[in-house]
């Protein structure tokens, strides 16, 4: 059976004359609600627990009040000029008893998992939200591709497989270019404001 890489491979070399903007989905953003264990951005009452055994990259756009946070041993809190956290003393009136919530672990997010991009014709398309809706497996930029993630945001890429390289046109944060990559080879991106790509 062909390997995921393979598959992509083919049907890459089988559609190269239409080159696509292609945008990762997930993000580990602070504010995006789908990245907390209870399914809510905390709020003064919470305790805010990050995994001390992941490492993790978080990017917070705005100030937030917490009750406690456990830091992650290994990772980096992005902040957002003007972002940042204090502690709340007693019960936030808005936020009700409290819960102790957890900051999901996201690092299986995989390159080549199809679900996890989508693809438009023209950048404008792209941020306006006109989707294609193409072949599950067209969805994983090729090499004509260009690669974009969102701005204000921060990402785990897990780009580990049997290919060493992985080919696109380019990548670029909300159509600032950041690098011409013939190959990506990160194991983890992180992105603030276009400036930084590791
Ligand atoms: C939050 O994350 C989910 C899942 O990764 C993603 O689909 C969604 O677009 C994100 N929300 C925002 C506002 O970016
Ligand atoms: C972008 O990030 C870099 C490094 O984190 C910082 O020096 C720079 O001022 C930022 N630029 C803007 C426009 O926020």
């Known amino acids: 059976m062909l390997k995921m890489p393979q598959v992509l491979l083919i049907l890459c070399l089988a559609g190269a004359t239409h080159a696509l903007y292609k945008q990762w989905i997930p993000d580990t953003n602070y504010e995006n609600k789908t990245n907390w264990d209870k399914g809510d951005v905390p709020c003064g009452s919470d305790r805010v627990q990050f995994s001390s055994q992941r490492k993790v990259s978080v990017f917070v756009e ?19 000029s003007g972002a940042g956290f204090y502690v709340f003393s007693g019960q936030d009136p808005g936020c009700g008893a409290g819960v102790r919530t957890k900051f999901k672990d996201s690092e299986s997010l995989h390159w ?14 792209l941020q306006d939200g006109h ?11 090729c090499q004509q591709d260009d690669v974009i993630f969102k701005a204000l945001s921060s990402f785990r890429v897990d780009t580990t497989s049997s290919q060493t390289t992985i080919p696109v046109k380019s990548v670029s944060v909300l159509g600032k270019v950041v690098g011409i990559l013939l190959a990506v080879t990160v194991g983890t991106l992180s992105t603030m404001n276009g400036s930084a790509v590791q």
């Open 62 to 80: 705005t100030t937030h009040a917490v009750q406690e946070m456990m830091l992650p041993m290994d990772g980096e809190i992005i902040l957002n």
């Open 112 to 125: 080549y998992n199809p679900a996890l991009w989508q693809a438009a014709a023209t950048l404008n398309d």
């Open 131 to 141: 989707f294609l809706f193409s072949v599950h497996e067209e969805s994983v930029p």
